[in-house]
């Protein structure tokens, strides 16, 4: 490629030349009156195959004026509009043969030419073949009678058609004809015989040829061959087949000439006849033989593919046995068809100018060079400045009217060669071809290019230049191409803007203007990262792109997998779909796996950024399991893992199935490391074993592999004696042995039995014995808990398992037959003791020491002298000891307790009852804690003493607190009661509308208990149940209230029909605009809350006093008591349990308060 980077006259001379040589390749635009040229033709041979349909003869053209179509056949003038079954097209020269009768006529040779008033090109010529079905001639064929070890022929004779010819020697029942070193077939299709054997004798020999290209199968007449053979003119001796030296069936003679073309294939074949049956070699004399040659048939067939210059020369075939040999030569020559040397190109000249046209071709033979002028020889168009030399013709000070096609063809035996050139002499001013006015984008910092495409004769100078300045653009980044194209490189925004292009001849000028748009680059700014993603779950991909603005409506981000583009087609089955520059991958598979790009893209330009997924998954199942190393005890099993889906084998398990005990039950036998692939199992006796392998990954256990065959072990002894053997004694004077029975799969053969054998260990004795089938076994008449030796041996019918271990055991227990002496309680605190005893002898435990239990129960409280006898209680301690501790008594309490020991059988007696007190201790919580009555300033209690006083009750201490809706509390208030008959208090002088929170807890002389709260917030006024008194108590008024209730109840249901009928209406709302203070404070409730908790936060909570007022929350409805076990003091005050209503007052200041009894 040439370029220009300076608008100087050297820059313009080298656009010159270039233009020039360009255009001898010349590509006339069709605007401009041209010659005709050929576009398309059929190839050369055309073969009318029976089973086309039709036989196109194809011929088509371009110039200017539009090319008419003429053909000739067989050097005759043939026009195909004058057959009607022939169908032709407009505008084009092909023609169809259609396959409806007889070809016959059509077979020849054809040629088309394309013509206008310029010139006239032709094409190649078209043999088209009418293949004739091959036969085989009709004929009786006499049988073929030849001695036992002579040669003999088989004729085939195949009949002519379309090559390639393959011949098949076969019988009647189409079996092919056993061919070997004696019997062949040879290129000509005949069946050799280097001598005949009695074998040879049979009825059937049937040659078929086939030609593929036409689907053609014939078949010969059978032929019969008889072998006579000799018989023995005496019982001592026989007639031997006389052996003789190799001579050549095939070829005749001592040498043969072998004439090919270049790249076909040279065979060779050496076919002998002789006894006993000849060796055949090849050789080429002064040479190796080629090394793409090759043997075939038996080494009777030396091919040499696709022959070379180099492959001519002389071969030898010798043919040997060992009486002798046969040769043969053959001189190989390889000849060549017409190649162009320099085939000839067309031309576009100026008038006045020399134009050389030349043509040569090589060949072996060489090809003979013939020119045509339109189609015409060239001597028939003879002309004073038109002269041919040698290999090329020149045309002095071409005219206009020279103009013409011309046409060389270089021939020789084996082919022809045809070149059209189209020789133009003409001068024309510059032709523009790019349209005017283009719009051009291009990326900051990338190259762009400017089209300028000129056809001119003789070739224009090409300029280009900015709309603000006349001169050519200069500068490094910027190149004129030969082709008239300006280049940019690393273009700036500056470079925006309109540039002109300049084409000038000698025959004028011609100019265009181009605009060009310097854009943003497209940059992923967020490129999709690798994942490792599990399979069956979704996979996300994100890809975020950066952009000009200007391409809004024509960026696209698409994916690619693999250099693939993704379809999305957004449908239910689709699991592809991109949301926001983010790739979901639906229900990830394994072909989901490999590179994603995101690729960003405008019409100017594209980034790419790639992620690799990687789908993780549990190993496939192993492959290719192999047994091996059989052994009576294990084997060798080897496999070849799985794909691991990228994530690494960390084990193998290795599992078994067999057939007696448990068939289609398979269970884990070994696990090996992920980087084994075999194993050695150890197996047990008498097993019909089936195995396979599953591999484990971080994922998870894959499925297992196909099974292996079955491996069935041998039986044998047993290979181990029972374990877990369990010594017990659940009668004094019995031993239970119990032990855990071998697995049937490790009976290692039939007939399995355990032999239990045991003797006391404190004495000299015998071992006494047992044998069985049972996991079990008792021993009677046992003395009571004395140790014992103990084994079990496992036997089947191959013999004795190994020898067994030594486990020792007691005997049967009884129970403890002493109880602890010395029981002694010291006192810890009012609710703990310690007791302590002195340990039973352990003649007296009768078996093994559990440990021991203390009983105790509680007597009577000491706040009363009633005895009631409490419901006994029971510790145990294990182990062997002489103390324990007692939790958990009542307080100020009198008990009795026991202690005794206890072994497996059961407990022993216990000790002497002993009797001690618990000291006073803390009272529990009051039961019950209410707020009877809450006024302005006053605030009624009311409780319960507690239900355990542990101890004798002094009093109680009382205590308050005001609160709010804040964490901030006042100062807490304290009341000591010091009457403990005293179960009802008054606080006064507490403030209006105030919420406090009251404590309560129970004293004795060694403290107060537990703490019970409640909580309650005084009213705005003194409400009208404190002024009448127990009027709440009268029947009259509870049936008024009851009345009250009901009638409000039926105007609420009403209002609420007719609100829902006719429309909403919010009270509420005009409650909260206009609050009515005075009248809440009449009818507000006192929420009062009990709490067994004094642990919760003192925080109040504040509402605005001008809330709404909810119907039925009026402090004194009776209606709220209806359902509640209500309790009245003798003053009328009610006891009992505000159900869980609070109400936010505003908090008030705390003021000192003077407590009055009740």
């Not at 190109?345 to 043509?359: A, T, W, Y």
């Not at 690393?490 to 309109?498: H, L, M, P």
């Not at 294990?634 to 199935?657: A, M, Q, R, Y």
């Not at 009093?955 to 607190?961: M, N, S, T």
Request: aromatic share 8%; hydrophobic share 35%.
């Amino acid at each position: 490629m040439r370029s220009q980077r300076s608008p100087g006259p050297a820059a313009v001379l080298v656009c010159c030349i270039c233009a020039f040589h360009a255009a001898a390749a010349i590509d006339i635009p069709l605007e401009v009156e041209q010659l005709p040229t050929i576009t398309a033709q059929s190839p050369s041979s055309l073969i009318a195959f029976p089973f086309d349909e039709s036989f196109p003869l194809t011929c088509e053209a371009k110039g200017n004026p539009e090319p008419e179509f003429r053909w000739t056949k067989n050097g005759q003038e043939f026009d195909p509009f004058l057959d009607p079954r022939l169908m032709k097209e407009e505008d084009s020269g092909t023609f169809v043969i259609p396959n409806n009768g007889n070809l016959t006529e059509y077979q020849g040779t054809y040629r088309c030419f394309a013509s206008n008033r310029l010139g006239t090109a032709i094409s190649k010529e078209i043999e088209f073949i009418v293949p004739n079905v091959p036969k085989f001639p009709k004929e009786t064929l006499d049988p073929v009678v030849v001695e036992e070890g002579q040669p003999f022929v088989l004729k085939c004779d195949p009949p002519k058609g379309i090559p390639p010819l393959q011949i098949y020697w076969m019988t009647i029942s189409l079996q092919h004809i056993e061919q070997d070193e004696r019997v062949s077939t040879g290129l000509n299709g005949d069946l050799y015989f280097s001598h005949a054997v009695d074998k040879d004798s049979r009825r059937d020999y049937c040659c078929f040829a086939a030609f593929p290209r036409i689907r053609t199968i014939v078949q010969k007449t059978a032929m019969s061959v008889v072998v006579k053979t000799k018989s023995s003119d005496s019982a001592g001796s026989a007639n031997a087949i006389p052996e003789r030296r190799p001579s050549l069936l095939t070829p005749s003679g001592v040498r043969s000439e072998v004439l090919l073309v270049k790249e076909e294939d040279l065979k060779l074949e050496c076919i002998a006849e002789g006894l006993p049956t000849p060796q055949v070699e090849w050789t080429k004399i002064g040479h190796q033989l080629p090394t793409k040659a090759k043997l075939e048939n038996h080494g009777k067939l030396l091919i040499v593919p696709r022959v070379e210059q180099e492959d001519s020369g002389k071969y030898m075939c010798k043919a040997t046995n060992r009486l002798g040999e046969a040769v043969h030569y053959f001189t190989v020559t390889v000849e060549e068809p017409p190649e162009w040397e320099f085939e000839p190109e067309s031309q576009l000249s100026m008038i006045g100018s020399d134009v050389h046209i030349k043509c040569s071709a090589g060949g072996i033979p060489q090809p003979v060079t013939t020119w045509r002028v339109n189609g015409v020889p060239l001597q028939e168009s003879p002309a004073a400045h038109k002269r041919a030399f040698d290999d090329t013709v020149v045309l002095h000070n071409a005219k206009a009217s020279d103009s013409a096609v011309y046409q060389c063809e270089a021939s020789n035996r084996h082919g022809t060669l045809l070149s059209n050139a189209n020789i133009m002499i003409m001068n024309l001013r510059p032709m523009i071809l790019t349209r005017g006015e283009e719009n051009y984008s291009a990326v900051e910092g990338k190259a762009v290019t400017m089209h300028c495409e000129v056809f001119s004769s003789p070739p224009s100078t090409i300029t280009w230049s900015r709309e603000d300045s006349s001169e050519s653009v200069v500068g490094p980044r910027f190149t004129i191409h030969d082709n008239g194209s300006l280049e940019i490189d690393r273009v700036e925004k500056g470079d925006t803007g309109q540039y002109t292009c300049v084409a000038k001849n000698t025959e004028g000028l011609s100019a265009i203007n181009a605009l060009l748009y310097v854009k943003d680059p497209t940059r992923i700014s967020g490129p999709p990262e690798d994942q490792r993603i599990l399979i069956g779950t979704t996979a996300q991909l994100s890809c975020l792109a950066e952009y000009d603005k200007s391409f809004s409506n024509d960026f696209e981000l698409l994916w690619e997998k693999d250099d693939m583009e993704i379809g999305l087609n957004y449908t239910e089955d689709s699991r592809y779909l991109v949301e926001e520059g983010i790739l979901h991958i639906i229900n990830v598979s394994h072909g989901d796996q490999g590179v994603y790009t995101c690729v960003a893209r405008t019409p100017v330009d594209r980034d790419t950024a790639s992620a690799r997924l990687m789908v993780l998954d549990v190993p496939d199942a192993p492959e290719n399991l192999l047994l091996s190393e059989h052994r009576s005890k294990s084997v060798k099993l080897k496999w070849l893992p799985g794909d691991e889906h990228n994530s690494s084998t960390t084990e193998f398990i290795i599992e078994f199935e067999e057939s007696q005990w448990e068939p289609g039950n398979w269970k884990e036998l070994l696990r090996v490391p992920g980087n084994h692939n075999s194993a050695t199992l150890k197996l047990h006796g008498n097993v019909d074993y089936r195995f396979r392998v599953s591999g484990v990954n971080g994922i998870g256990t894959g499925p297992p592999s196909e099974p292996t065959e079955r491996y069935k072990t041998s039986a044998r002894a047993p290979d181990r004696n029972p374990e877990n053997i369990k010594i017990e004694g659940h009668l004094p004077h019995e031993m239970d042995i119990n032990w855990e029975p071998l697995l049937p799969i490790e009976h290692n053969g039939p007939g399995l039995e355990y032999k239990v054998s045991f003797r006391r260990q404190d004495l000299e004795e015998n071992w006494a014995e047992h044998t069985g089938k049972r996991h079990s076994f008792v021993v009677k008449n046992t003395p009571t808990f004395v140790p014992y030796e103990i084994k079990i041996q496992a036997r089947n019918h191959q013999g004795w398992g190994p020898e067994p271990k030594i486990v020792t055991g007691y005997s049967g227990e009884d129970f403890p037959s002493a109880a602890p002496d010395d029981v002694a309680v010291e006192v810890m605190n009012s609710s703990v003791v310690k007791v302590s005893w002195t340990r039973v002898h352990k003649d007296k435990l009768h078996g093994h020491l559990g440990g021991y239990r203390v009983n105790w129960w509680r007597l009577r409280s000491l706040v009363d002298s009633k005895k009631s006898h409490g419901k006994k209680q029971t510790l145990t301690y294990p182990g062997d000891r002489s103390h324990a501790t007692v939790p958990g008594l009542t307080p100020f309490s009198e008990y009795s307790l026991i202690v005794m020991t206890f072994n497996g059988r059961g407990s022993g007696p216990g000790s002497h009852p002993v009797h001690f007190k618990t000291p006073e201790g803390v009272p529990e919580k009051n039961p019950v804690f209410r707020v009877t009555d809450v006024q302005r300033h006053t605030v009624s209690l009311v409780w319960a003493p507690p239900l355990e006083p542990n101890g004798i009750l002094t009093g109680y201490l009382l205590e308050y607190q005001l609160i709010n809706d804040t964490e901030e509390v006042g100062p807490l208030q304290t009341v000591d009661i010091s009457k403990p008959d005293t179960t009802k208090w008054i606080l006064r002088e507490l403030e209006p509308v105030s919420k406090y929170k009251l404590y309560l807890r129970s004293c004795t002389a060694v403290g107060c208990g537990p703490v019970v709260s409640e909580e309650c917030t005084t009213t705005l006024e003194t409400s009208l149940a404190s002024v009448h008194g127990g009027i709440s108590t009268q029947g009259w008024f509870i049936g008024l209230m009851c009345a009250i209730a009901l009638l409000t109840l039926i105007v609420l249901i009403a209002c609420f029909v007719n609100r829902n009928k006719g429309g909403k209406y919010s009270v509420k709302e005009k409650e909260d605009l206009h609050p009515d203070v005075e009248s809440q404070g009449m009818n507000d409730d006192t929420f009062c809350e009990y709490s067994d908790n004094d642990e919760k936060p003192l925080k109040g909570s504040q509402r605005s006093l001008s809330r709404e007022i909810k119907a039925g929350d009026s402090g004194d409805s009776l209606v709220d008591y209806g359902d509640e076990d209500a309790q009245f003091n003798e003053d009328g005050s009610f006891i009992g349990e505000y159900a869980g209503r609070k109400e936010k007052r505003a908090s008030a200041e705390v003021k000192a308060t003077i407590q009055t009894p009740a």
